[in-house]
């Protein structure tokens, strides 16, 4: 079960990976390069303003890469969950699952923390990843409560759940960067696309894997 | 057929599943925490783009 599960995790992820990786390439990373020409600008009298670690090729490989262990990870966690609350993996459902996971990663942590250009004025990275983390966890939790279990009491602490991360918002940065705001918005706009694709393709592509490497046994598990 | 012996059987498998599930969710956990959140400056730089392609906080 466990070498199927991971089987089903790592091929999903790997296809939807570089599928993603690919979208990547002619949505988000035009606008991240052209983000930096400002960066760079806004920095020039900053010595310690180091430029970016890795270029051209090694560069698209190393997002690349980091792009498929992301797209595994959603694979295993969506699969995790399905098979966690019984249900009976298939593509579509995946999907629905993957739809949920962006609507709690993606939809409800841009509501505190929108997505940004490198050069764009922060606050503490801490704060955010720890506000965003426990918002992702929290709506979760809030939306499984609210459509998988019957009680009224259930699905008020599921409603209770996705509203609460939304009192806690962290501070936004004085609005200071030099990024032209055309650009930040369509990075918002295209980081979020791309992510919400990220979640359907790993579940869609998890749900047909695991048809096939379960296809040997009498009843799926 | 003997029903208490089914229902140890099939409890039996389900625990295996659960525990199955859980190793699942831990290692893609892992992989997502890795690559989006992980403060080490080698993973960070390499994975920079996806960081912010993907709406993770970043810098």
Known sequence: MIARLL????????????????????TTTPLILAAEVYEAAQHAHDAAQ??????????????????????IGYALILLAGMVFSGDAVSPRRAALWGA???????LATSLGLAPQLPGAAETDLAGRQLWWL??????????????????????????????????????????????????AARFAASSLAVQAASWIFAGVLAGLVWRLVTSDMQEPA | MN???????????RIETLKAAFVALVIGLGLVYGAGFANSEGVHDAAHDSRHALSFPCH
């Open chain 2, 3 to 13: 029903n208490a012996a089914t229902v140890r059987a099939l409890s039996a498998s």
């Open chain 1, 7 to 26: 089987a089903a995790g790592l091929g999903a992820g790997v296809v939807a990976g570089l599928a993603v990786a690919a979208l990547q390439h002619v």
């Open chain 1, 134 to 183: 426990a918002t992702a966890a929290s709506t979760g939790a809030g939306l499984y409560a609210l459509l998988r279990l019957e009680a009224m009491p259930a699905k008020a602490i599921g409603a209770a759940l996705i509203v609460a991360p939304h009192f806690f918002w962290p501070t936004p940065a004085a609005p200071e960067s030099t990024v032209p705001a055309e650009l």
């Open chain 1, 50 to 71: 180091a430029a970016p670690a890795f270029e051209g090729l090694r560069r698209t490989a190393a997002t690349s890469f980091a792009t498929v262990a992301v797209c």
């Open chain 1, 100 to 106: 949920c996971a962006f609507a709690a990663t993606g």
